[in-house]
């Protein structure tokens, strides 16, 4: 048992810790004395006089306010249950909890925990205190809000909140006592004191979600209620009941459930050994059909025209169109059902450890559009998987909660929304499973990838013994046979039913299969319904795993990894496309996703280009030219199939190039990768970069490093309750206060369709100038800051020959070219930001690739174009008359590269260009922004320095899901 000290002063016994904190608050360490003070009982009851006192004025201002002028006595009594203190013990008891599992788990011998009895049960969620609260101020209710929004955002710990309410209550006590004012009086005196009564405030409820007990053997879940038993007026913990087959025997886990705690008093009680916290996934879905921004976008994929060539979203994949109606009955083709996405991934709470993982089940709105779809308020975490000494092999007993819910979603449940005036009848499907190879084999049911049947798509064999390796190469796709649904739902019931343990896993081995309780969802496809990740498939994987074999091999040495840190320093490259590889000869094992997605996509090809050698490079770039097609924010079935050839090409090539043994399972499933694109549509819609960002939001939670799943599904309540602050503050009509917290931003997705953005990006990439129907402003944000110019005769003749091309057919002279532009240093386009060198902050995001009239002596419209480099001097706004209508374009004033004499000695994926000679300005000098098609960064080479390798950055809009 730990040491207690006693302060000589009050006479308290105190833990440890709080003896030091106790210690820190009371000792003088100038005189080297205590300093007088009562016992912590003393001060308590100081707080709940502060407290009563509180509540009194709290009732006055409910009187005063209600119209009625009649008050319930049981509403101010049900509010005024409980204390701060309360809840700040209430979260001692997590800070006590012990979750590591050593020997001392066995240990008969009770805890003591300093702490009150009746929170032990509040912590577990077995005691729930109504708090219901009559309207008080809808001012007051609004700054209250906005701290726990700011709390929630940038991640505050509760003692720093709870520092800031005492001060504001100080403050706003004398205010309210020295300025004769009612209002602002009535205010002061009903302001929270307190982080719990901000809570009660606004009716906050941290602990709306489920726990369960955990076997921490087998992993079974129980009820809380249903772990303690009592006999002979003696409670006692039970132990885990289930039984498993072995050796043709039944045999019980016997795995304690719980482990008994003292508290405050010499009070016993039990507390579980592992808790799973689980939100309702059907709670979950009716809050974010509630949220007032769908009901704008419910149903905006029915609008769109059937496009046959162009993977846009999901809508556009088999799945989505084979889900319009399933047996013969209408699904989706009904205005109340839902597709859904989940995934599944375990993270590390702790930075210091990585013995410690803690698994997270996401799910997702696949009817939400694709800017708004991953918004972390419309992001359901259905459930918080505890931590084990290993991750467990199964997970069916953490999925069986979900697919009780998805049994009864899929035959309808009444909920709320916002876009019907009552309740109506929806349903939901599981449509698609995304996470990495480990979770995704662990929750559709699949042999692992170190199997000999170790792919979940074919039933291609991986030679190999155990203990070794496995082989997995040979490209010959047309001999793989196919898995299906039928087949594996049966092999997966024979491995269910097994007699034994030993049984079962023979058949898992023979047929690569695990049982799933997803496949009780009678139209779940384990085979389509489960992706490949191409986070983890393409950067995690493939592009690791070639850097970390070059390295091994020998063909990058020292001198050559430091010519290639050399080059990537040397890019100044754009600060929104997040961090440049660096020191990549010792840091690229703990690169990040986003960091290898940069690396293949921007930088490989420069920062490698003479280093590496030229079949090593030649293959390389077969893969990064596959991943730059596949990374395009919308991706035709001809980009798809070029992108399946290079990979395939790739795979073939590594294998030659390289040893057998150094073929990866990633390299496999690169050949599967095309049906997951036309079974989904494009990456963007089921990579796991946004899972993988809200895994990185749970490290910056404060936690006390113990139990941390309770602590992280509390925060995460919390945070879901702020998501609708914004709501909140348009109800009460509060503009300025929503506009110091959301800003003015233009929403430009609001303004157009999908298929009006679609429109835009293909002009950049097309030969002809193609009339959009649209504004182009809508796609264009401009900034408040500008000069107003006027062009000289030159300039306008040369604009005159951009407005001829846009408008072929219109009959235009002089006079309908105004010679007044407003001119700015910048512009944003789908919420990309494109620089100039007008301003030079935004220098470095002025290169632009564009296709508008190459040779200033032939026609502007050549057939021949292609993409070339550009810095943009300027941009300006001009109106002009076109058939007697004022239409107003956006113009970049650009100037052009010039070409060098060995463009492609690099080969076409990496041009050279000179970096500092310009051609003369011509008619192709004025380019509409329509025409941009990204931006690229510039990697210096040459012996003077005066060439440049351009380096393209993939187009990012504002319904992108990127990292």
């Known amino acids: 048992m730990p040491k207690r000290k006693k302060c000589p002063i009050c006479h308290e016994d105190f833990p440890q810790r709080s003896f030091y904190r106790h210690y820190a608050s009371y000792f003088d360490i100038n005189t080297n004395s205590w300093i007088d003070h009562g016992s912590e009982a003393d001060e308590s009851s100081e707080r709940e006089e502060s407290e009563q006192r509180f509540k009194n004025l709290l009732a006055d201002v409910a009187k005063a306010t209600d119209p009625s002028g009649v008050q319930e006595e049981a509403c101010l009594s049900d509010f005024t249950t409980g204390s701060p203190t309360e809840d700040d013990a209430a979260e001692e008891s997590d800070q006590s909890l012990d979750n590591e599992e050593d020997d001392d788990d066995d240990d008969d011998e009770p805890e003591h925990w300093d702490i009150p009895a009746n929170l032990l049960d509040d912590d577990l969620g077995i005691s729930v205190h109504p708090t219901p609260l009559k309207t008080i101020n809808g001012f007051l209710f609004c700054v209250v809000y906005a701290i726990l929004y700011l709390q929630a955002v940038h991640h505050i710990s509760d003692n720093g909140v709870e520092y800031l309410l005492r001060f504001l209550f100080k403050i706003f006590q004398i205010f309210g006592a020295n300025v004769n004012n009612q209002l602002l009086s009535e205010f002061c005196i009903a302001f929270p004191p307190s982080l719990y009564l901000a809570r009660k405030l606004l009716k906050l409820d941290r602990d709306d979600f489920k726990r369960y007990t955990v076997c921490p053997s087998c992993h079974t879940l129980y009820d809380i209620f249903d772990c303690v038993v009592e006999k002979n007026g003696v409670r006692y913990g039970k132990?885990?009941?289930?039984?498993?087959?072995?050796?043709?025997?039944?045999?019980?886990?016997?795995?304690?459930?719980?482990?008994?705690?003292?508290?405050?008093?010499?009070?016993?009680?039990?507390?579980?050994?592992?808790?799973?916290?689980?939100?309702?996934?059907?709670?979950?879905?009716?809050?974010?059909?509630?949220?007032?921004?769908?009901?704008?976008?419910?149903?905006?994929?029915?609008?769109?025209?059937?496009?046959?060539?162009?993977?846009?979203?999901?809508?556009?994949?088999?799945?989505?169109?084979?889900?319009?109606?399933?047996?013969?009955?209408?699904?989706?083709?009904?205005?109340?059902?839902?597709?859904?996405?989940?995934?599944?991934?375990?993270?590390?709470?702790?930075?210091?450890?990585?013995?410690?993982?803690?698994?997270?089940?996401?799910?997702?709105?696949?009817?939400?559009?694709?800017?708004?779809?991953?918004?972390?308020?419309?992001?359901?975490?259905?459930?918080?998987?505890?931590?084990?000494?290993?991750?467990?092999?199964?997970?069916?007993?953490?999925?069986?909660?979900?697919?009780?819910?998805?049994?009864?979603?899929?035959?309808?449940?009444?909920?709320?929304s916002s876009f019907l005036n009552c309740a109506s009848v929806f349903r939901a499907a599981l449509l698609c499973v995304s996470c990495d190879i480990p979770a995704a084999r662990k929750c559709c049911g699949f042999k692992s990838h170190a199997g000999r049947l170790g792919c979940h798509k074919c039933f291609k064999v991986f030679p190999g013994d155990f203990g070794e390796k496995r082989d997995y190469s040979g490209f010959d796709r047309q001999n793989w046979k196919p898995r299906s649904k039928s087949l594996h739902n049966l092999y997966a019931r024979k491995v269910k039913n097994a007699n034994s343990k030993a049984q079962a896993d023979k058949l898992s081995r023979d047929y690569g299969t695990y049982y799933s309780v997803l496949i009780e969802l009678d139209y779940f496809d384990a085979i389509q319904f489960c992706v490949i990740d191409p986070m983890h498939n393409l950067f995690l994987g493939t592009a690791k795993k070639m850097f970390k074999l070059w390295v091994e091999k020998g063909i990058l040495?020292?001198?050559?990894?430091?010519?290639?840190?050399?080059?990537?320093?040397?890019?100044?490259?754009?600060?929104?496309?997040?961090?440049?590889?660096?020191?990549?000869?010792?840091?690229?094992?703990?690169?990040?996703?986003?960091?290898?997605?940069?690396?293949?996509?921007?930088?490989?090809?420069?920062?490698?280009?003479?280093?590496?050698?030229?079949?090593?490079?030649?293959?390389?770039?077969?893969?990064?030219?596959?991943?730059?097609?596949?990374?395009?924010?919308?991706?035709?079935?001809?980009?798809?199939?070029?992108?399946?050839?290079?990979?395939?090409?790739?795979?073939?090539?590594?294998?030659?190039?390289?040893?057998?043994?150094?073929?990866?399972?990633?390299?496999?499933?690169?050949?599967?990768?095309?049906?997951?694109?036309?079974?989904?549509?494009?990456?963007?819609?089921?990579?796991?970069?946004?899972?993988?960002?809200?895994?990185?939001?749970?490290?910056?939670?404060?936690?006390?490093?113990?139990?941390?799943?309770?602590?992280?599904?509390?925060?995460?309540?919390?945070?879901?309750?702020?998501?609708?602050?914004?709501?909140?503050?348009?109800?009460?009509?509060?503009?300025?206060?929503?506009?110091?917290?959301?800003?003015?931003?233009?929403?430009?997705?609001?303004?157009?369709?999908?298929?009006?953005?679609?429109?835009?990006?293909?002009?950049?990439?097309?030969?002809?100038?193609?009339?959009?129907?649209?504004?182009?402003?809508?796609?264009?944000?401009?900034?408040?800051?500008?000069?107003?110019?006027?062009?000289?005769?030159?300039?306008?003749?040369?604009?005159m020959a951009s407005y001829r091309t846009m408008f072929p057919f219109a009959l235009l002279n002089v006079d309908d070219i105004g010679e007044i532009v407003k001119k700015f240093g910048y512009v944003t386009i789908l919420g990309e930001n494109f620089g100039s060198r007008h301003l030079h902050r935004k220098l470095r995001s002025s290169d632009i690739l564009a296709c508008w009239n190459t040779d200033p002596g032939e026609n502007i419209d050549h057939p021949t174009m292609d993409l070339r480099p550009c810095r943009v001097d300027f941009y300006f706004s001009h109106t002009a008359k076109i058939q007697g209508n004022c239409v107003t374009n956006i113009f970049a004033k650009v100037s052009w590269y010039k070409e060098f004499s060995e463009r492609y000695k690099y080969g076409n994926a990496l041009q050279m260009w000179h970096c500092d000679k310009f051609e003369a300005n011509g008619q192709n000098c004025f380019l509409p922004v329509q025409k941009i098609h990204s931006r690229f960064s510039k990697g210096i080479t040459g012996e003077s320095k005066d060439l440049m390798c351009v380096c393209p950055i993939p187009r990012r809009i504002l319904s992108d899901n990127d990292e």
């Open 239 to 416: 132990q885990c009941q289930t039984e498993v087959k072995v050796r043709g025997k039944f045999v019980k886990c016997n795995s304690p459930l719980v482990k008994q705690v003292i508290c405050k008093g010499n009070v016993r009680k039990f507390y579980p050994m592992k808790v799973y916290c689980y939100n309702s996934l059907i709670s979950g879905i009716e809050k974010v059909l509630k949220r007032k921004e769908i009901k704008e976008v419910w149903q905006h994929w029915r609008d769109w025209e059937t496009e046959t060539e162009l993977l846009r979203d999901v809508y556009d994949g088999r799945v989505w169109k084979n889900f319009m109606s399933f047996n013969g009955v209408p699904f989706l083709s009904e205005f109340t059902s839902i597709g859904l996405m989940m995934n599944i991934d375990w993270f590390q709470p702790f930075k210091n450890r990585n013995d410690y993982s803690v698994g997270v089940i996401y799910f997702v709105l696949l009817n939400l559009p694709r800017n708004i779809r991953f918004r972390s308020e419309n992001v359901i975490i259905a459930g918080l998987i505890p931590a084990f000494k290993k991750e467990p092999h199964s997970i069916n007993s953490f999925l069986n909660p979900i697919v009780e819910e998805l049994q009864v979603l899929w035959k309808g449940v009444r909920m709320e």
């Open 557 to 799: 040495s020292s001198v050559k990894l430091d010519k290639v840190e050399e080059r990537l320093a040397s890019i100044n490259s754009l600060t929104d496309i997040g961090r440049i590889p660096t020191h990549i000869s010792g840091n690229y094992g703990v690169f990040s996703a986003a960091e290898w997605k940069n690396w293949t996509t921007i930088f490989s090809l420069y920062a490698l280009c003479g280093i590496l050698p030229e079949k090593d490079y030649k293959c390389w770039e077969k893969f990064v030219l596959a991943c730059r097609l596949l990374c395009k924010p919308f991706v035709s079935v001809t980009d798809v199939q070029k992108a399946d050839l290079l990979l395939l090409d790739f795979c073939k090539t590594f294998e030659k190039i390289y040893s057998l043994k150094d073929v990866t399972c990633n390299m496999h499933l690169h050949n599967h990768l095309k049906d997951c694109l036309f079974d989904f549509g494009p990456i963007h819609v089921f990579w796991c970069f946004s899972f993988e960002r809200f895994n990185g939001v749970f490290g910056f939670f404060h936690t006390n490093n113990k139990a941390v799943e309770i602590q992280f599904m509390r925060k995460i309540m919390t945070a879901k309750f702020c998501d609708s602050f914004r709501d909140v503050l348009q109800f009460h009509n509060e503009a300025g206060l929503s506009d110091i917290f959301f800003g003015q931003t233009q929403q430009l997705q609001s303004m157009c369709q999908i298929t009006d953005v679609i429109q835009f990006l293909k002009a950049s990439e097309s030969v002809s100038f193609p009339s959009l129907s649209i504004d182009v402003l809508n796609f264009v944000s401009l900034p408040k800051v500008f000069k107003i110019v006027a062009l000289d005769q030159e300039d306008i003749v040369f604009l």
